[in-house]
C-alpha cells in the first residue's frame, strides 16, 4: 500500500513539478492550494505525510495556521514546511507550531526525498510490535520508541517526532555531551543544524508546562547539549 502526500501549495506549477516526482516514486499525492480546501480535505482523513507552503493565496500566514490545526488533530503526522520565506524567524516559526522540518524551495528534489523517508522510517517505529525493550526510563522520565509516547511525572509530553528521537538520543546516555552532528546521527534526523536549537527549546518549553523549573537538558556551549537526570 503506497503512501499519501499531501501538498499544499497555491503555485500550480511548483505543485505540479512536487506532484510529479513523488508519483513516480510511487507515491499517491493530494494536492490542495488553500488552507480551506486542505482543512476540508483533513477534517476527513489525514494523509501519511503534509508539505505546506507558508503563504498561500493572498493569505500570507496560512501554511502556519494549517500547521497548527493539524498538529492538535495528530502530534505523529510528518510535517514539512517548503517555502520560499528563508528567515530564522519563519523557520523558527514553523518549528514552533509543530513542523519537524523546514526547507526551503532551493532544496534539491532529492534531497526533498531524503527527508520524507527519514521521517518516515521514524514513523514505521509505531507500527511494530511492543517488546520489552521499548521502554527507556531515567527517574521520573519514560520513553517509549514503539509506542512513540513521553511521560514526565506520569504526565504526557505532546512530543513531534523530530523532537522524540532527539530528546530519545540525548536520554540513553545521562551526562554524555551530545555534539550537534552525533545528535542528528545518534536521533537519526535529517535537519538544518540551525534549527536544533530551536527544537531544544521547544522541548524544554514541554517539559517546563509539568514542572516549571526544569534543568534536565544542559547546553555545553560551543559543543552541544546533554540529558543530566539519572
Not at 43 to 52: E, G, H, K, M, T
Not at 110 to 139: C, H, T, W, Y
Not at 161 to 185: D, I, N, S
Amino acid at each position: 500500500m503506497s503512501r499519501t502526500i499531501a501538498l499544499v501549495e497555491d503555485e500550480p506549477h511548483i505543485r505540479d513539478n512536487y506532484a510529479k516526482w513523488f508519483r513516480n516514486h510511487g507515491y499517491e499525492v493530494l494536492e490542495y492550494a488553500t488552507k480551506n480546501e486542505a482543512i476540508g480535505a483533513f477534517a476527513n482523513s489525514l494523509p501519511d505525510l503534509v508539505i505546506l507552503d507558508v503563504g498561500l493565496g493572498d493569505e500570507p500566514e496560512a501554511g502556519f495556521e494549517l500547521c497548527r490545526e493539524l498538529r492538535q488533530q495528530s502530534k505523529t503526522l510528518p510535517i514539512i514546511f517548503l517555502s520560499a520565506l528563508d528567515t530564522d524567524l519563519d523557520m523558527i516559526s514553523g518549528l514552533r507550531l509543530g513542523a519537524d522540518d523546514y526547507l526551503t524551495k532551493e532544496v534539491s528534489l532529492p534531497f526533498l526525498q531524503a527527508r520524507i523517508n527519514a521521517l518516515f522510517s521514524r514513523v514505521e517505529a509505531l507500527s511494530q510490535p511492543e517488546n520489552k525493550d521499548a521502554k527507556m526510563i531515567r527517574g521520573d522520565l519514560v520513553l517509549d520508541k514503539e509506542r512513540f509516547t513521553v511521560s514526565w511525572f506520569d504526565k504526557d509530553l505532546d512530543l513531534t517526532l523530530t523532537e522524540f528521537w532527539m530528546l530519545y538520543a540525548l536520554v540513553e546516555r545521562p551526562g554524555h555531551v551530545k555534539k550537534r552532528e552525533q545528535l542528528l546521527k545518534d536521533a537519526n534526523i535529517i535537519v538544518e543544524d540551525n534549527t536544533i536549537t530551536s527544537h531544544i527549546k521547544r522541548i524544554r518549553r514541554k517539559f517546563e508546562k509539568v514542572t516549571p523549573v526544569f534543568e534536565g537538558i544542559e547546553t555545553v556551549y560551543g559543543i552541544g547539549y546533554r540529558w543530566i537526570i539519572k
